[in-house]
């Protein structure tokens, strides 16, 4: 509601500005989606997926959910529209509702809102492979700058980006890390609670994401999948890091950084901000090269992002950044029928010009009019009576100090302009 609402449409309108300075373009994804392709690219034993997802028979009796997240949709409007053909890389951000069926508190919904950036790049005929690895980490920086300049720009506190690498999926990468992690929970499965417990089974990667404070210590002392990167993979976090020191960001290194999304690979990072409590993330995003060939495209390139919006604007408005009442830049207090004639000519010139205008359908009293005019937050009341009218010469009065002053029309639009 207003004016959360103007809050809400400045970092919108700032999210367009800043990814436009990139060349992002928008994309605008469906709203639910077949099932089957969250199912297939977030992964069914995920707790979006899972758990979390609002599914519903179709009357075909195919299964719909409400989108979870947009980068799947994003990955399959890129091959259903043969974005492989489009100068490349191709770069698209979105913005809009998403749906999980969390516990809801503070920053936490069911309803949420999301901005979010991807790259996506097709492989070309003879390209690829570790000869990408520059190319790949000046991508994945500059996608955490251009999130980096958009929180800078919107004045965003206590912003703190953290990055890890978890690999590939290989038995030289992160299977053989997840082989020696699971051997390595099984030896400490009793000391784990409930939820770590079935994770050694289905997804032993997300037990390094318990906030648990009992299994703190223990996590510490489990393998860390930087001493299991392959050289690839290895190289290719150095050289990210390098870039984004190349760029100015500041970051540091958290190991259990895994994310909860099964498409991830190599960089993953997130972003926490002030002034959130326990739900302190803003962005989380990463890189998912093959993503789009699991879902039926080409072999191709993928690093994205997503900002959780309603946390953003609590972190904005906790740093009193919110939005100002909307306000208005004159209320035209009309006082005799034929000033209605002239207030109506004036208020469609006012606003064809740009200026928030508030005209009383009924005449008022003078002292009603200028309460009103006080309580909406305009800052001129334009005072139209028989006099006025007679000599085209406007009554100005500035509310904040009482001022009153006598001015043609072109003379008060001037002064408005200089505001
Ligand atoms: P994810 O898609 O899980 O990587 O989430 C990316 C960002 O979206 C998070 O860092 C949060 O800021 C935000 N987010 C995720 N789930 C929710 C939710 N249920 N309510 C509000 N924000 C959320």
Not at 208 to 213: A, C, G, I, W
């Amino acid at each position: 509601m207003p004016p959360d609402t103007e809050l809400w449409n400045r970092v919108e309108a700032t999210a367009r500005e800043v990814f436009g300075t990139f060349g992002f373009g928008e994309i605008r994804p469906p709203i639910f989606e077949p099932t089957e392709l969250f199912a297939r690219s977030i992964g069914a034993d995920t707790d979006v997926v899972g758990k979390e997802m609002y599914t519903f028979e179709d009357r075909d009796n195919s299964s719909i959910s409400l989108r979870p997240e947009a980068t799947a949709s994003v990955c399959r409007a890129y091959i259903e529209h043969g974005m492989h053909a489009w100068p490349q890389p191709v770069k698209l951000y979105y913005l809009g509702p998403m749906f999980r069926r969390e516990r809801p508190q503070k920053g936490r919904y069911r309803q949420f809102y999301q901005i979010g950036a991807e790259v996506l790049e097709t492989v070309q005929p003879g390209q690829g492979g570790p000869k990408d690895i520059p190319k790949d980490a000046a991508v994945d920086a500059e996608v955490i700058e251009m999130v980096m300049a958009f929180f800078a720009r919107l004045g965003l506190e206590g912003v703190q980006l953290e990055i890890n690498s978890i690999g590939h999926a290989a038995e030289n990468c992160r299977r053989g890390y997840v082989q020696k992690l699971k051997a390595a929970l099984e030896q400490v499965k009793d000391k784990l609670g409930p939820d770590s417990q079935r994770r050694i089974e289905t997804n032993p990667l997300r037990v390094l994401d318990s906030k648990l404070e009992s299994e703190q210590a223990i996590i510490a002392g489990l393998p860390k999948i930087s001493e299991h990167l392959c050289d690839d993979c290895a190289k290719q976090y150095a050289e990210v890091k390098r870039q984004l020191d190349l760029r100015g960001v500041k970051y540091t290194e958290n190991w259990r950084l895994v994310r909860g999304l099964d498409y991830y690979m190599r960089t993953t990072f997130e972003i926490t901000a002030r002034g959130l409590g326990s739900q302190n993330a803003v962005c989380g995003g990463g890189r998912y090269d093959g993503l789009v060939e699991l879902l039926g495209g080409l072999p191709t390139k993928g690093i994205g992002f997503a900002i959780g919006e309603d946390r953003l604007i609590l972190s904005l408005q906790e740093a009193g950044k919110g939005g100002a009442e909307a306000g208005r830049d004159v209320f035209v207090a009309w006082m005799g029928e034929k000033a209605q004639t002239s207030a109506i000519a004036a208020a469609q010139r006012l606003r064809a010009a740009g200026f928030r205008v508030e005209l009383p359908p009924v005449e008022q009293k003078f002292g009603k009019a200028l309460g009103q005019a006080d309580k909406l937050g305009a800052r001129y009341a334009l005072i139209l009576g028989e006099d006025e009218i007679a000599t085209g010469q406007w009554t100005v009065k500035t509310l904040a100090d009482g001022a009153q002053a006598k001015m043609s029309e072109s003379e008060f639009l001037e002064k408005l302009k200089r505001l």
